[in-house]
């Protein structure tokens, strides 16, 4: 299976590319987007990324703000460099950006085909500006699986998750204009999580990348330690899993709208009993989370075997 991914480029984004190699999903190309940091840093993120992991698909620079010109990030969390770490870091490279232009190369890859598959890890900002600027493509999306939303709480602030706070008119454009979206949303990852005893599986191996992938992971554990929680959710690489094995998940049509003003700005609304025509997303559920997990800690495992 051949996809476009969209990415900010955060630790969890790294991992999710991982689990797409793994099970065997054929990346043909990368888009970035502002997100768990600004767009400079994200672009040496994933600059770095590509040189220690190997990767032969071609990443191009997308939207540093909001459809609205907002730039909001995650670095409150993650810091500056938007990927937590225990105090190693991926390697500041000064090698060739590649094309700048995200756009450009999006719609060339969605004109050469049909039935396009993306899978969408950061704000959509990316994605809805192809939709409303080249509204003859959107026939060529077969489906958009995105790591985002939340339906019975956020973590950006307490309505709404922080993929859809940082451009919810990009949620909004593509739900109008019905792009085939599947919500990957904050339940549904926050039953698929990893611990400890996960973490030092990871430091047993001896690849080339184990020790940063541990030290990373560790990073990303932190979060969740630091809030008194003895296990951290798995988001990214749970949208992977979705599209690649869609039947380890309930996945249901629903109407989804999601906030655009307000103290709830960014929340997204999920209506289950909308049926017919009136339904405009999927959203994926009830995750046989074991076996999500084992899925996605085995790219892990297998990265730090190499």
């Given at each position: 299976?051949?996809?476009?991914?969209?990415?900010?480029?955060?630790?969890?984004?790294?991992?999710?590319?991982?689990?797409?190699?793994?099970?065997?999903?054929?990346?043909d190309g990368l888009?970035?987007?502002?997100?768990?940091?600004?767009?400079?840093?994200?672009?040496?993120n994933?600059?770095?990324?590509?040189?220690?992991?190997?990767?032969?698909?071609?990443?191009?620079k997308g939207a540093a703000t909001a459809l609205l010109g907002t730039a909001?990030?995650?670095?409150?969390?993650?810091?500056?460099?938007?990927?937590?770490?225990?105090?190693?870091?991926l390697p500041e490279t000064t090698g060739k950006d590649g094309p700048t232009s995200a756009f450009e190369a999006m719609a060339a890859w969605f004109q050469a085909g049909s039935r396009r598959r993306l899978l969408a890890f950061g704000p959509l900002t990316n994605v809805a500006a192809l939709?409303?600027?080249?509204?003859?493509?959107?026939?060529r999306i077969e489906r958009v699986v995105w790591m985002g939303g939340g339906i019975s709480s956020g973590n950006h602030t307490p309505a709404a998750e922080f993929n859809a706070y940082a451009d919810p008119e990009a949620l909004a454009a593509l739900l109008a204009r019905r792009v085939p979206i599947t919500m990957v949303e904050l339940d549904t990852c926050r039953k698929v999580r990893f611990d400890a005893s996960d973490l030092q599986a990871l430091f047993r191996k001896r690849g080339r990348n184990a020790a940063l992938l541990g030290d990373l992971a560790g990073g990303y554990l932190d979060i969740a330690l630091e809030h008194g929680h003895q296990s951290m959710a798995i988001y990214d690489p749970v949208a992977v899993a979705v599209l690649a094995r869609p039947e380890y998940f309930s996945i249901n049509d629903a109407r989804v709208d999601v906030v655009l003003s307000g103290p709830e700005r960014g929340r997204t609304v999920v209506d289950f009993q909308t049926a017919g025509d009136a339904c405009n997303a999927k959203v994926a559920a009830n995750p046989q989370s074991a076996t999500v997990k084992r899925t996605c800690m085995n790219a892990l495992l297998r990265e730090c075997e190499r």
């Open positions: 299976m051949n996809v476009w991914v969209d990415s900010d480029a955060g630790f969890d984004d790294l991992w999710a590319v991982l689990v797409a190699r793994a099970l065997g999903l054929e990346i888009s970035l987007v502002f997100g768990n940091s600004s767009m400079l840093r994200v672009a040496k994933a600059t770095a990324a590509a040189t220690v992991f190997d990767w032969s698909f071609p990443v191009f909001e990030t995650a670095e409150r969390i993650l810091g500056e460099s938007g990927m937590r770490s225990r105090g190693l870091r939709a409303i600027a080249r509204p003859d493509l959107i026939d």
